[in-house]
C-alpha cells in the first residue's frame, strides 16, 4: 500500500483504524494477564552472570556433575565414587577367581609376607565438612565466653551494626568508649528489638565494648573503668604481630596456641583476642562491628527503619552508626522501586505538561499518553509470547523511559509537520494535509527510530543475560512504538481536525489556564530569539572553540583510557540502592575493611575429564542451568593413559599456582592409588608394594575398583576428586588441587591467573590424545572465576557495542546527508562527545559494571542526534552562499530546536536524581551529562568545524536518480512540498530522555528537487515565529469539512 493510499484510508476510516489497534492492545493485555507471569523483582541480581562464556559452561559442566554424583550407592542414574557391585566386599579378597588368583601368585616377588604388618588403613578425607552454627549447646559445659555471649563466636548470620569512630580504636578515650557503649544499649533496647531477638535478649552483643569488658572480667560495658580500657587496648596493639603472622587455625585449634606452629604469646593466647581482630574491629579504618542476636531477614524491618533515623542523628558525632547489614537489600531494592515510580511519575508529568502546552489540546495530550501504554503493552506481549523469554529483569522498567520520551518526541515532529503543512497556501483539502505530514513526519521517525533501535540490539552481543534482555526489550519498544505512531497518532489527528474537538482546548483567553500557558509560551519565544540573534559568537571567535572542545574530548579520552580511567568492576557486590544508603555504605566501605568479610580463601582448580563443557540449558531461562553430558573417557587401565595422568599431576605440582605451602591429598587419583598400594602387604592380596607402575590392565581396573571401594566409602563431599563410576565402569575423572591465589576481585590478577591455568592445560594435552575434542578435558575453580567472567565480558561487549553504533551511526548521517565531508564532521563531532561523556563518568568514578554497561552503550545513539540535525540543516541550506553563511543559516533553523531538546532532557534526568534505586539515579545522571555534552559540541565545535572544512556548493554531494525523478514529478508538487520544507526545517522541537530529537529535515533531501530548494531556501520563516501561534493564524487557508483552523488570542510580546 503506497503512502497516498494509506492517506486516503486515514483520513476517511479514522475511527476503525482506532478500533482495530484499540481491540489489539486490549487482546494483548489479556493474554499478558492471564497467561503470562507477572515480573519477579524478588532477587534482582538473577541473570547478572554470563552465560554459554567457556568459564560459564565449565563451572555449568562441573556443577552438573556435582548434583549427579551420590556419595552412597544411589541410584543406577547417578555416578558413585565406586563399583556398585563392590560395595559388600570393599577391602576383602576373593580367592575364588582364577584369573586375579593366577596374577597374585605370578606378580609376587617375595614368598614370605608377615600378614600382620598388613596395613589397609585410609587416607583422610578431602575437604572440610559445614560445622552446624546454631547447634544448642547440650550434653557439655559451655566456656566462660559463651556464657557471657551466649555463643562461641560471631556469625555471618546476625544483624551487623558498623560504628564510626573519630579517632583511632588502639587510642580511643573513655569518652568515646561510654558512648559508644550508650549508643549499642539504645539499640538493644528498642522496642523493635525485643520481638526478634534470639535468646530472650538477655544475652550480650558481640560487639568492642562488651569485648572489652569480658576481658576485663566486667559484667557490662558500663562497668569497665578507665584502667581496664587502657590495658586492654594495650593487650590488643601487642598482640596484633600475632595475629598478623600465625595460621587461622592456631586461634581455633583447642589448645594449639602454644604449638611449636602457633607459637603464640600467653598474653595473647585468647579467642577473644582472635575474634577482636577477626569479626569486630578493622585494622586499618576506625570502623568496629557489632554482631546483635537477630538473624537477618524481613522481620528486623521495623529495627532498621528506626535505625535509619539514628543514623542521621549520629553525624558529626565522636561515635557515628554508620551502616547496617542486615539481609534486607534485596527486600528494600522492591519496595524503592516501588516508591521511586513517583520520579517517574515526575518525568511523565512534565512531559505531558509540555505536550498540553505545545499542541493547546488535551485530546491530544491524553492520546498520546494512551499511545506510550500500549506501546509498553504490546512491547512485553511480544517479548513473552513471540520471543518466549520469560525472564523480565528490572532493567527493563527503564524502558519505560525510553518509550516516554519517543512518544513524546513523535508527537512534536507529526504536530509540527501538520500544523505547518495545513496552514501553507498550497493546503486545499484534508487527505492532501494527511499524504504530506506523513509523507515528511514518518520518514524522519524512522530514520531517528531505526538508529535508537540501533544503539539498543547492538547491546544483545553481551552474553550478560539482564543486559541482553534489556536491549531486547527496549529495542522492541522503540519499533513498537514507531508503528503506533505512524497508525494511532495520524487517526487520532485526524479525528482532531475532522470534529472539531476544540472543547479540549485549554488557552481560553481570559481563563487562568491560559494566561500561564501563554507567559510560559512567551518565555520560550523569547529564549529561542536570544539565542538566535547570537550566533556572531561562534562565527567570529571560531578559531577558539575548536581548540577548546579539542582538549576537553583531549582530556576525556585520558580519563576514560588513562587515569582514572573506566576500569572494570571492583566489587561483586552489585549497587542497587542509592550511594548513602547504609546497605550501601556496608558494602561499600565496610566490607572490605573487616578482616572475616574480605578475606578469601585459595582457589581450588578441579580438572574434570569424561564430561562435555558444553552448555545445553536455555539462554533466556535463567532457572535452567542444562544437564550432565558424559563424553568418553580414556581407557584408565591402559599403560600410557596411566603414565599420562602419573606426569600430569607431576607437571601440575611445579607450577607457579600450585600451593605447595600445604600437604594435599587425594588430588590425583594416580598417585594416591600407588601410595595405596606400596602400603599394602602381598600376604593376601594383589594389591600390594610389589606391583610396578604402570600396572597391568587387569591388574589396575581391580585394584582401581578395590581402592576406590576401600577408601571412598566415608568421609568426603560430592565435590571431592577422584574417579566417578557409571554402570561400573570409570565415566568421569576429577584431579583437585589448592592454588596459592586467592579469590580476589583485581582483574589483571584474575585475568593472569585463568591465563596460566589455561595454558598449562593446553600445553600437557598438546599432541596428545586428551587434545581431541573427544576426550578434551576443562577445568573450573568452582564459583571463583565468576566474577572475572562478568568483568571480561563487559570489557569484550562494551567496545564492539559502541563500534556497531558507531558505524551504524556514519550510515545514517551519510544516507541522510549524503556529503562525504558532512558524514566525517559529523562522526568527529559524535567521538569528541562521546569522549568527553565517558571522561566525567570516569572522573565521577563510575565502573565497568552491568548497569553502566547497559547505560553507556547508549552514549552513541544519544549523542548523534543534534550533530545529525546540524548536518541536514547545512545540507539544505542554499548552494550559493559561503561557508560562514550556510553555518548561520543552519542554526538559525535548528538552534532553537537543539536548544529546546537539550534544556527539555536536561530537566527529565533531573527529575531521576533524587530516586533510591541506583539505576534511576545513574541514568539521571548519564542523561544529564551525554545531552550537555551534545548540545555544546553541536552548537559550538561543529559549526566552527564546518566554517573551515564544510562543502561549499555541491562539493562531494551525491544524488540519486529515483531521488531526482521523484522531485521533478510535478512541478506544482515539488513546489507544494519546498514550502513545507521551508516551514518544516524551521520548527523548534523538544526532545525528551533517552531518545533522538526527530527532524523533518532529513525528507527534504528526498522530497524536493536541488533547484527547488536555492529558490525557496531564501524565504526560511524565522523558528521563532513559528512559536506563535497568532502568525500561523494570520496564514490563509480553506478546506472543505474542516472548522475554523486555531483559536488565536492576543500575545503579550511586543
Not at 591 to 600: D, Q
Request: aromatic content about 12%.
Amino acid at each position: 500500500m503506497g503512502r497516498s493510499r494509506y492517506a486516503e484510508l486515514l483520513t476517511h476510516y479514522p475511527v476503525p483504524i482506532l478500533a482495530v489497534i484499540l481491540v489489539v492492545v486490549c487482546s494483548c493485555t489479556l493474554l499478558s494477564v492471564l497467561v503470562a507471569k507477572p515480573p519477579d523483582f524478588s532477587d534482582p541480581l538473577q541473570g547478572f552472570i554470563p552465560r554459554y562464556t567457556d568459564i560459564h559452561s565449565s563451572y555449568r559442566a562441573w556443577h552438573s556433575l556435582v548434583e549427579n554424583t551420590a556419595i552412597s550407592s544411589g541410584s543406577r542414574d547417578l555416578l558413585t565414587f565406586y563399583p556398585l557391585e563392590e560395595k559388600a566386599t570393599a577391602g576383602t579378597w576373593n580367592t575364588t577367581t582364577s584369573t586375579v588368583n593366577e596374577l597374585y601368585q605370578r606378580l609376587r616377588r617375595s614368598s614370605s609376607v608377615d600378614a600382620s604388618n598388613e596395613s589397609d588403613s585410609e587416607i583422610t578425607s578431602y575437604g572440610t565438612t559445614t560445622p552446624d552454627f546454631y547447634a544448642p549447646f547440650t550434653g557439655r559445659v559451655l566456656s566462660p565466653k559463651e556464657q557471657f555471649f551466649c555463643d562461641s563466636k560471631p556469625r555471618g548470620g546476625y544483624a551487623q551494626l558498623a560504628f564510626s569512630i573519630s579517632e583511632d580504636i588502639y587510642k580511643m578515650n573513655f569518652d568515646t568508649f561510654t558512648q559508644l557503649c550508650q549508643l549499642q544499649a539504645d539499640v538493644e533496647s528498642s522496642e523493635y528489638y525485643k520481638p526478634v531477638c534470639q535468646f530472650d535478649c538477655m544475652c550480650r552483643s558481640f560487639s568492642l565494648v562488651n569485648y572489652v569488658a569480658y576481658l576485663s572480667n566486667r559484667s557490662s560495658c558500663f562497668d569497665v573503668t578507665q584502667p581496664d580500657l587502657t590495658s586492654t587496648l594495650q593487650l590488643l596493639q601487642y598482640c596484633y604481630t600475632f595475629y598478623e603472622t600465625i595460621p587461622f587455625d592456631c586461634w581455633y585449634g583447642g589448645g594449639m596456641f602454644h604449638s611449636r606452629r602457633c607459637n603464640v604469646s600467653d598474653r595473647c593466647a585468647n579467642e577473644a583476642i582472635f575474634e577482636l581482630y577477626h569479626y569486630i574491629i578493622s585494622t586499618d579504618k576506625p570502623i568496629t562491628l557489632t554482631f546483635i542476636h537477630m538473624a537477618q531477614g524481613k522481620p528486623t524491618y521495623s529495627l532498621y527503619t528506626e535505625l535509619r533515623n539514628v543514623i542521621s542523628k549520629s553525624r558529626n558525632k565522636n561515635v557515628h552508626l554508620m551502616a547496617l547489614n542486615f539481609g534486607l537489600k534485596e527486600h528494600e531494592f522492591e519496595l524503592s522501586l516501588t516508591s521511586d515510580i513517583c520520579w517517574i511519575s515526575l518525568a511523565l508529568v512534565v512531559v505531558v505538561l509540555i505536550i498540553w502546552i505545545y499542541t493547546e489540546s488535551v485530546f491530544i495530550t491524553f492520546m498520546t499518553c494512551t499511545s506510550m501504554a500500549f506501546t509498553v503493552i504490546l512491547s512485553y506481549t511480544l517479548y513473552q509470547f513471540v520471543f518466549h523469554i520469560e525472564y523480565f529483569p528490572f532493567l527493563n522498567l527503564l524502558a519505560t523511559i525510553v518509550v516516554i520520551g519517543i512518544g513524546a518526541d513523535d508527537l512534536f515532529i507529526y504536530w509540527k509537520t501538520w500544523i505547518s503543512i495545513k496552514h501553507s497556501r498550497n493546503a486545499s483539502i484534508l487527505e492532501r494535509i494527511v499524504t504530506y505530514t506523513f509523507e515528511h513526519a514518518s520518514t524522519a521517525m524512522f530514520v531517528t527510530s531505526a538508529s535508537t533501535a540501533t544503539a539498543f540490539f547492538a547491546c544483545t552481543y553481551t552474553d550478560i543475560v539482564s543486559m541482553r534482555c534489556f536491549c531486547i526489550y527496549a529495542g522492541t519498544c522503540v519499533l513498537v512504538h514507531y508503528v503506533i505512531v505512524i497508525t494511532w497518532l495520524p487517526a487520532c489527528v485526524v479525528i482532531y481536525e475532522k470534529y472539531a474537538l476544540r472543547g479540549c482546548h485549554v488557552f481560553g483567553k481570559e481563563s487562568k489556564v491560559g494566561k500561564l500557558f501563554r507567559s510560559i509560551h512567551s518565555q520560550l519565544t523569547r529564549l529561542s530569539r536570544f539565542l538566535l540573534n547570537r550566533q556572531s559568537i561562534i562565527s567570529t571567535i571560531s578559531y577558539a572553540w575548536l581548540p577548546l572542545f579539542l582538549v576537553i574530548s583531549v582530556g576525556g579520552a585520558i580519563a576514560l583510557f588513562g587515569w582514572p580511567r573506566l576500569s572494570p568492576p571492583s566489587s561483586d557486590t552489585f549497587q542497587m540502592l542509592s550511594f548513602r544508603h547504609p546497605f550501601e555504605v556496608f558494602d561499600r566501605e565496610v566490607r572490605k575493611h573487616v578482616n572475616f568479610l574480605s578475606s578469601y580463601a585459595s582457589l581450588p582448580i578441579a580438572f574434570v575429564f569424561g564430561v562435555s563443557k558444553a552448555f545445553n540449558g536455555g539462554y533466556f531461562d535463567i532457572k535452567s542451568h542444562g544437564s550432565l553430558v558424559l563424553q568418553p573417557l580414556p581407557d584408565l587401565s591402559l599403560p600410557e593413559t596411566q603414565l599420562w595422568f602419573s606426569n600430569f599431576c607431576w607437571e601440575l605440582r611445579q607450577q607457579d599456582f600450585f600451593d605447595d605451602s600445604i600437604i594435599q591429598s587425594h588430588g590425583c587419583f594416580v598417585e594416591e592409588l600407588r601410595t595405596w598400594i606400596m602400603v599394602r602387604s602381598c600376604a593376601s592380596d594383589l594389591c600390594c608394594q610389589d606391583l610396578v607402575f604402570p600396572y597391568n590392565q587387569s591388574v589396575f581396573s581391580y585394584c582401581l575398583d578395590k581402592y576406590t571401594a576401600a577408601t571412598m566409602t566415608h568421609g568426603h563431599t560430592v565435590a571431592s576428586p577422584g574417579v566417578r563410576y557409571k554402570n561400573n565402569k570409570p565415566a568421569a575423572v576429577i584431579i583437585s588441587f589448592q592454588s596459592n591465589v586467592k579469590a580476589d576481585y583485581n582483574y589483571d590478577m584474575m585475568e593472569n591467573f585463568h591465563k596460566n591455568v589455561s595454558t598449562f592445560l593446553q600445553k600437557v594435552t598438546a599432541n596428545t590424545e586428551m587434545n581431541n575434542e573427544l576426550y578434551k578435558p576443562f577445568f573450573t575453580a568452582s564459583g571463583g572465576l565468576l566474577f572475572y567472567d562478568v568483568q571480561s565480558t563487559l570489557l569484550r561487549s562494551l567496545p564492539l557495542s559502541l563500534a556497531v553504533v558507531l558505524l551504524a551511526s556514519s550510515i545514517i548521517v551519510f544516507v541522510t546527508t549524503l556529503n562525504i565531508l558532512l558524514t566525517v564532521a559529523a562522526l568527529l563531532t559524535i567521538s569528541c562527545s562521546l569522549l568527553t561523556t565517558l571522561g566525567i563518568l570516569s572522573l565521577l568514578g563510575w565502573e565497568l559494571n552491568i548497569l553502566e554497561s547497559v547505560i553507556m552503550s547508549l552514549a552513541v545513539g544519544l549523542s548523534m542526534d543534534f550533530p545529525l540535525h546540524v548536518a541536514v540543516a547545512y545540507r539544505i541550506s542554499p548552494l550559493t552562499q559561503d561557508r560562514k553563511q550556510r553555518v548561520m543559516t543552519s542554526l538559525r533553523h535548528v538552534g532553537g530546536c537543539l536548544t529546546a531538546a537539550m534544556l527539555t532532557t536536561l530537566v527529565a534526568g533531573i527529575c531521576m536524581l533524587p530516586a533510591q534505586v541506583v539505576a534511576y539515579v545513574k541514568l539521571g545522571t548519564f542523561l544529564t551529562l551525554v545531552i550537555i555534552s551534545s548540545w555544546l559540541y553541536s552548537m559550538f565545535f561543529m559549526p566552527s568545524l564546518l566554517i573551515h572544512i564544510g562543502p561549499v556548493g555541491s562539493f562531494l554531494q551525491l544524488r540519486f536518480k529515483c531521488c531526482g525523478r521523484k522531485g521533478r514529478r510535478s512541478t506544482k508538487d515539488a513546489a507544494d512540498k519546498a514550502t513545507y520544507s521551508d516551514e518544516i526545517s524551521s520548527e523548534l522541537t523538544p526532545s525528551l530522555p533517552m531518545t533522538t530529537s526527530r527532524s523533518p529535515l532529513a525528507p527534504v533531501i528526498e522530497e524536493s528537487a536541488e533547484e527547488l530548494e536555492l529558490s525557496k531556501l531564501e524565504q526560511i520563516t524565522p523558528a521563532s515565529a513559528l512559536l506563535e501561534p497568532r502568525n500561523m493564524a494570520r496564514s490563509e487557508m480553506s478546506y472543505s469539512r474542516l472548522s475554523p483552523i486555531v483559536e488565536t488570542y492576543e500575545s503579550d510580546e511586543p
